[in-house]
């Protein structure tokens, strides 16, 4: 291996999390400053936290209740539309 290419290691480097959470934990750096750690990520906490500034998921939401709406609505519109053609045809065979 060559000599002096190589990062310095920290073998008890201090990891803090934005949720207040730190440990310790080996390194290049002595000391790393993250977003989300294992105790606050929804994955291993099982609890999940939306972060939406934009209001992506409330407008995602409306769409798919839009859709869901326009769905049913076709729907009945086929259903009545059913019922009508039964009813045509069933005056038809009255009529013969």
Not at 7 to 35: D, H, R, W
């Amino acid at each position: 291996m060559k000599k002096d290419i190589h990062p310095k290691y920290y073998p008890q480097a201090k990891m803090t999390c934005a949720c207040g959470n730190s440990f310790i934990t080996g390194s290049t750096l002595p000391e790393l400053k993250v977003e989300i750690c294992s105790a606050c990520h929804p994955f291993y906490t099982g609890k999940q936290k939306l972060i939406d500034s934009a209001r992506r998921v409330e407008k995602f939401q409306a769409k798919l209740e839009a859709k869901a709406k326009a769905k049913t609505a076709h729907k009945s519109k086929r259903a009545k539309h059913a019922t009508k053609t039964k009813a045509k045809a069933a005056k038809k065979t009255e009529k013969k």
